[in-house]
C-alpha cells in the first residue's frame, strides 16, 4: 500500500456524478467511515493499518471534486470511491495526484498504486480496465 494525496474529479475535469448529499448518506452508511456535516470524512480499516482522509467540495449541487489521501488496499479504495461517487464509476473519472500536481486518469492512477496481480486483476476488471 502506498501513501497517496489526490483531488478526485469528474469526465473532463468537470464534477462528480453526485451530490453532497448522496455522497455524505453513502459515507455514513460504510463501514470504518466517520462522516462531518462540513465535508470531512475519515476511513479506518484493518485495525488502524488503513486510512483515508477526504473532503468533499460541492457548488451548485454537485460535487465538484474531492480531496482524498491515506493508505488503503484496493478494496478499501474501492469502498470509499463508491460511497463518493455511487456505484457507476464508468472510468472516465479524472485524478490530479499531488505534491507534483500530475492529471491522470483514475483507471491510470489505481493500476500504478494497485498493479495488477491476480485478486487486484479481477476487482479492477470488475470497474475498470488496467
Given at each position: 500500500m502506498n501513501h497517496?494525496?489526490?483531488y478526485l474529479y469528474g469526465?473532463?475535469?468537470?464534477?462528480?456524478?453526485?451530490?453532497?448529499?448522496?455522497?455524505?448518506?453513502?459515507?455514513?452508511?460504510?463501514?470504518?467511515?466517520?462522516f462531518e456535516p462540513d465535508g470531512s470524512f475519515g476511513f479506518v480499516a484493518n485495525r488502524g493499518q488503513e486510512r483515508l482522509f477526504g473532503m468533499l467540495y460541492d457548488a451548485g449541487g454537485v460535487l465538484q471534486y474531492v480531496d482524498l489521501q491515506g493508505q488503503v488496499s484496493l478494496g478499501s479504495w474501492l469502498c470509499v470511491l463508491a460511497a463518493v461517487v455511487g456505484e457507476k464509476c464508468d472510468g472516465?473519472?479524472?485524478?490530479?495526484q499531488?505534491?507534483?500536481?500530475?492529471?491522470?486518469?483514475?483507471?491510470d492512477f489505481q493500476c500504478e498504486n494497485w498493479p495488477p496481480g491476480p485478486v487486484?486483476?479481477?476487482?479492477?476488471?470488475?470497474?475498470?480496465?488496467c
Open positions: 497517496f494525496h489526490l469526465p473532463n475535469n468537470g464534477p462528480l456524478p453526485a451530490s453532497f448529499d448522496q455522497a455524505a448518506a453513502r459515507l455514513q452508511e460504510t463501514a470504518g467511515c466517520s472516465q473519472l479524472v485524478v490530479l499531488l505534491p507534483g500536481r500530475v492529471l491522470k486518469s483514475l483507471q487486484e486483476s479481477a476487482v479492477l476488471t470488475h470497474y475498470f480496465r
